[in-house]
């Protein structure tokens, strides 16, 4: 489906198969969208910050398949599931993403309750160039948990902790929090982490615990760690 304006589901929808949904203007879900296939969702196809992509009720399921969602910003008043596929969200127009509650000015801000609303055992992939998480958050992933682009910072405005049951990888150059940092402190199947080559983590005023629990922590080139109260890394480097 396809649209140069806005596109809204106001009934029950069902896909047989994989469905891509592009929009210029937004994509609004007002019931329940299933689909048997992967789907992806371009609610600001254009780029211009105009499209925001919202489930105002009902749920988003794929049955196992990948979910890929671009757009402005994100308003979850209901569910989705990609079950055990992959989710991914990018902002559309190269804004800022900010991650959890109290925070203003960001692209697109997803709260602690849409972060509840994304359901399902796979990957969650959250693909910006600047990330910022209020203070006190805490972001886990059933599957593995990647953050950032290249080039890109991860900033948290307090204590931060990133966790991925079957894995962290951290994509972005600087990780900088105000507060203690801990990465990776959930046991799975593959809880390694992984730092892209020239990322620097800082903790202003905290600590660094890097916890691989299994799979140990790894990088493709240097790394730089900074902290106030302390470097604590388990398991290999």
Same mark, same amino acid.
């Given at each position: ?12 929808l ?45 749920s ?7 979910l890929?969602?671009t ?24 804004g ?20 509840? =609303?994304?359901?399902g ?10 990330i ?20 890109g910072?991860?900033?948290g ?53 890097? =916890? ?11 790394v730089?760690?900074?902290?106030t ?9």
């Amino acid at each position: 489906l396809s649209s140069n304006g806005s596109i809204t589901v106001s009934n029950t929808l069902t896909a047989a198969g994989a469905a891509t949904l592009n929009a210029n203007s937004g994509i609004t879900l007002a019931s329940s969208f299933t689909a048997n296939g992967a789907v992806v969702l371009d609610a600001d196809l254009d780029n211009n910050g105009t499209g925001d992509f919202t489930i105002s009720s009902g749920s988003l399921s794929t049955t196992n398949n990948a979910l890929t969602v671009t757009a402005n910003d994100l308003i979850l008043d209901g569910t989705l599931n990609s079950g055990t596929g992959s989710t991914t969200i990018s902002v559309s127009d190269c804004g800022s993403l900010g991650i959890g509650n109290g925070l203003s000015g960001f692209g697109m801000i997803i709260s602690t309750t849409e972060l509840g =609303n994304i359901g399902g055992t796979g990957d969650l992939n959250l693909v910006n160039g600047a990330i910022t998480f209020a203070s006190g958050s805490s972001l886990s992933s059933s599957g593995k948990l990647t953050l950032g682009q290249s080039g890109g910072t991860i900033t948290g405005q307090g204590d931060l902790t990133l966790s991925g049951a079957n894995g962290v990888v951290i994509d972005s150059s600087t990780v900088s929090v105000a507060g203690n940092l801990i990465l990776g402190n959930v046991a799975g199947t593959d809880a390694s982490i992984s730092l892209a080559s020239g990322t620097t983590l800082t903790a202003s005023a905290g600590s660094i615990t890097v =916890n691989a629990t299994t799979g140990g922590t790894s990088a493709t080139g240097a790394v730089t760690l900074n902290a106030t109260t302390g470097i604590t890394i388990k398991d290999s480097f």
